[in-house]
């Protein structure tokens, strides 16, 4: 049997307010300075990418900006060869998941170690190792590298919509489930399972419910609350070296839901409903993770997030397709139209 187990974890974590002005210095630090790649957003760009560019050129970086404006792996490929050219010494990913995942993608192909400057707090992807890109064939990530460093700057997210932020701690809350979902194939099917890493997964969920009226108030305080908690559910990724800690049926049927109605809504805000329905499933007390849910202001019906009845019913039905390899509560089999029909009634999700 191979024991053999790595662990590839960011060097450095800065949390804390206007952190951008220390990006150089972490550089430096990290033995990375010189030659930066700037990768933003088109939006955030003139927000923060501009502002993190005008920081390295003050301290006489050489720099290159890039920008991601589509979550799609045909234009993050085209990205690839510019960036192998420049040969950076360090990828600067400034902006929310779409720029993290792509400079995540980058950096395992090319090699050049990046550094990921989330501006919102959505999901856990801002630090984890995998990368959810689009056009690929598949709605999940795909295994990329972690950044070497995170620079969370607490003001840069406060300034961000409401909304990114309360997404980010419904993909929290999608802990509880998945940390269940990952016991039960460890049980049933002799799957690794690690402690440590559900452990650390599952206290960023509980982290949220203990602070659930905090974040509901919004606010740098709430930031940094929900910025730990994403942090730590990402490290739990690599430490387990999977998603199998921060996710399970209830990412499966947020995955789903995108394949059925086409993304939409945000990733953490379908999380939470999966995760309602999920605990259910499981026997657990879905009623409190609902009133969590709805105290935070996150959607917990159908139609709050914008979709039909026969949607949810229909992601359900699917989910369990969606990775087969990856056993939770949904079985080999899935559920029924009736048993999915039922789920979605008594958990209020649908009308
Ligand atoms: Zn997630």
């Not at 990006?23 to 990375?32: S, T």
């Not at 390899?325 to 039922?342: D, K």
Request: aromatic share 4%.
């Amino acid at each position: 049997m191979n024991s053999k187990h790595v662990i590839d974890l960011p060097k450095k974590i800065v949390i804390g307010d206007d952190v951008i002005g220390d990006i150089p210095e972490i550089l430096k630090e990290l033995n990375l300075w010189g030659r930066a790649y700037v990768l933003t957003g088109p939006n955030v760009k003139k927000l923060v990418g501009e502002k993190v560019a005008d920081i390295l050129q003050g301290e006489e970086a050489e720099i290159e900006v890039g920008v991601v404006r589509t979550p799609m792996i045909s234009e993050i490929e085209g990205l690839v060869d510019p960036i192998r050219k420049f040969k950076p010494r360090a990828i600067i990913a400034v902006g929310g998941g779409k720029v993290i995942d792509a400079a995540k993608y980058i950096s395992r192909v090319t090699g050049s170690p990046f550094i990921s400057v989330p501006t919102a707090a959505s999901h856990d992807g801002v630090a984890s190792p995998f990368a959810s890109v689009r056009g690929t064939g598949r709605v999940t990530s795909v295994k990329a590298s972690p950044p070497i460093a995170i620079v969370a700057d607490i003001r840069v997210i406060a300034s961000a919509p409401r909304r990114l932020l309360l997404a980010g701690a419904g993909d929290l809350i999608g802990k509880f489930t998945a940390v269940l979902d990952w016991r039960l194939a460890h049980k049933l099917k002799g799957e690794y399972y690690g402690d440590y890493a559900a452990s650390l997964a599952l206290l960023s969920a509980k982290h949220v419910i203990n602070f659930s009226e905090v974040i509901a108030r919004g606010g740098s305080e709430a930031v940094r609350i929900v910025m730990e908690g994403l942090t730590s559910a990402s490290v739990a990724m690599c430490i387990a070296g999977s998603t199998r800690p921060a996710s399970g049926s209830e990412h499966l049927f947020s995955h789903a839901l995108d394949k059925v109605a086409n993304y939409p809504a945000l990733h953490g805000e379908q999380v939470a409903v999966g995760t309602i329905m999920m605990a259910y499933l499981h026997g657990k007390n879905w009623k409190k993770i609902r009133s969590i849910v709805k105290r935070l202001g996150l959607p917990s019906t159908a139609k709050e997030l914008g979709v039909r009845d026969e949607d949810i019913i229909e992601a359900l039905t699917i989910a369990h397709t969606i990775r087969p390899e990856r056993y939770t509560i949904l079985g080999e089999s899935g559920l029924t139209r009736e048993a999915a029909e039922e789920l979605a009634r008594v958990t209020g999700v649908i009308g």
